[in-house]
């Protein structure tokens, strides 16, 4: 097996060039988009496919370092820019960079089954090579689950070097605590982020619902962060194709958050390739161009690949409707009265007010809220008043 060699620093200036397109039934002109998000479809030599675009890779990096274009292997997740065409007169080809879900040590490994565990968390991929020993280092790439867990594409083994000594994992929070500066990552992993630098774009403080990336070091069983970056489309230029799963859809299917990591409007504008409007549901894996009007990141082509039948997604998808009791600025949750009982509620700075309502004014309004789990905590996706659609 083929070893992930990190050899030299590079720049992380992308500045490649696409060289293929796909067959888009539904659109007018085949091109490659200006930005990619996905995974690696396919590698022959220097050559790679991703979301069905062929590239010539220049060169490949992870965490500033560059990785051997040998040691680029299918399904790993990976970004590509092509923006810089006109200032890449230094190279004929790309520039891509490995986009891991977690980098860590390999343990627990049960060939058998396909069961590992990297960094404390509890992983399966029936396709694990055999040559993946306990003790190694590896680079998981995967898609969020239902449950807060993670669908594993690919596993890959690298070279253990000291400027990758520090671990990565990415996941939702929940049972964030704010005094004692602690949170959970994913299902179950603990992270203490008491000396770590908080990146948010917001530049608000941390909240329960956020797909964040954490790197740090192992302490026994607790992640203590260094850095904690909150990750999202806001950045994301025009014409760029993400990959991801639909974590949550409005109930008019006017929009829905891919990957749990940033919301898409849908207009009457919005292409459709293997599927229709219909088929925006939680669980849809899915290619999604996306351009900015507004400040809004608005999804000009949604391409339907398959759906996650592996999880019930539709169990992740609430709806509850009642009077707000009250609210906790602290804790940026509310309590809402449904006819089941009250129900604890959190926000965060992805959650979207409709009718005037913001959560300052939210304790006595009657109030429709979509929302979605994370480990039995509620999280906000949409509130609105009761009855105003």
């Known amino acids: 097996m083929r070893k992930l060699a990190l050899i030299t620093a590079v720049s992380l200036i992308l500045a490649g060039c696409g060289g293929g397109s796909s067959d888009n039934s539904n659109t007018n002109e085949a091109h490659t988009p200006s930005s990619i998000q996905g995974t690696i479809d396919s590698v ?6 991703v979301n069905g675009y062929t590239y010539h890779v220049d060169s490949a990096y992870y965490a500033g370092e560059e990785v051997a274009i040998a040691d680029l292997e299918k399904n790993m997740m990976v970004s590509i820019s092509s923006n810089a065409r006109s200032a890449s007169d230094y190279t004929d080809g790309t520039q891509v960079g490995l986009e891991p879900t977690i980098v860590g040590l390999i343990s627990d490994t049960n060939h058998n089954n396909g069961t590992f565990k990297v960094n404390g968390i509890t992983l399966t991929f029936t396709d694990l090579s055999r040559e993946i020993e306990d003790g190694d280092w590896v680079m998981v790439s995967s898609l969020p689950t239902a449950n807060a867990g993670y669908k594993v594409l690919s596993v890959v ?13 990415e996941g939702l929070i929940s049972e964030l605590d704010s005094h004692a500066k602690t949170f959970k990552l994913g299902a179950n992993l603990s992270v203490d982020y008491s000396n770590a630098q908080i990146d948010n774009d917001d530049n608000t403080e941390l909240s329960n619902g956020l797909w964040v990336e954490v790197t740090g070091s192992m302490a026994g069983s607790v992640l203590k962060a260094d850095e904690v970056e909150v990750e999202d489309f806001d950045e994301v230029s025009n014409d760029t194709e993400i990959e991801g799963i639909i974590t949550w859809v409005a109930n008019d299917q006017s929009s829905f958050d891919l990957s749990y990591k940033g919301r898409f409007l849908v207009n009457d504008n919005t292409r459709y390739e293997d599927g229709n409007k ?3 549901t939680v669980g849809a894996e899915v290619e999604v161009t996306t351009k900015k009007a507004n400040g809004e990141n608005i999804a000009t082509e949604i391409e339907f690949e398959h759906d996650d039948d592996s999880q019930d997604w539709n169990d992740n998808d ?3 409707e009642g009077i707000v009791k009250s609210i ?7 309590i809402v009265q449904t006819f089941s009982g009250n129900q604890t509620v959190y926000v965060n700075q992805n959650t979207r007010y409709e009718d005037g309502l913001t959560f300052n004014t939210l304790p006595g309004q009657r109030v429709e809220t979509e929302a979605y789990k994370v480990n039995n905590q509620y999280i906000a996706s949409e509130i609105e008043a009761e009855d105003n659609d």
């Open 278 to 280: 219909s088929n925006l």
């Open 44 to 49: 022959s030599g220097d050559t790679i496919v």
């Open 318 to 320: 609430i709806d509850l």
């Open 328 to 334: 906790d600025e602290s804790a940026l949750s509310f």
């Open 157 to 169: 083994k690298f070279e253990h070097s000291n400027l990758t000594e520090s671990v990565e994992v």
